[in-house]
């Protein structure tokens, strides 16, 4: 599933209020035509954030979610991973949740899904996944 990325400083940090003048919360907010664009460019962000800081020697943490939104961005992470090399090996997983007492092999699970979905097509070591 390869996505084209049009512009990926879309979602690159803006300053609070610029956009939105007359609205209480001020958080730049993008809208996308096809689900599929913005999955495409938010990979982009955390496939750039990987790069960078296996650049500079650190580690990357990243705060994952489950659920329907971000499986596009899963799916284009592992091509990027397939296709253009992108290393997980370092990269820190922390996923928000569980659910308790489930079994992790469950397949409403948690665990599951991001294994089903991610961690299990790409290199990142097991021991720098956390979830609860």
């Known amino acids: ?6 512009d990926s400083a879309l979602i690159k940090y ?9 609205r209480f919360e001020k958080i730049h907010n993008i809208s996308f035509e096809k689900s599929t664009e913005a999955s495409a460019i938010v990979a982009q962000e955390i496939a750039d ?4 800081k296996e650049a500079s ?3 990357c943490v990243l705060g994952l979610a489950t659920g329907s939104s971000p499986i596009n961005v899963y799916a284009e992470l592992v ?4 296709q253009e090399g992108l290393s997980f090996k370092n990269v820190i997983t922390f996923n928000l949740d569980e659910y308790w007492p489930m079994d992790k092999s469950d397949v409403q699970s948690y665990h599951y899904f991001m294994h089903e979905h991610l961690f299990n097509h790409v290199d990142i ?3 720098q ?3 609860p």
Do not use: Q, W, Y
Request: charged share 40%; no cysteine.
């Open 1 to 6: 599933m390869e996505l084209k990325v049009k």
């Open 14 to 22: 803006e300053p609070a209020g610029k956009f939105e003048e007359t």
């Open 49 to 52: 954030l990987i790069r960078s």
């Open 57 to 59: 020697g650190e580690k």
């Open 79 to 82: 091509r990027m991973h397939n």
């Open 125 to 127: 070591p097991a021991d």
């Open 129 to 131: 996944v956390n979830i």
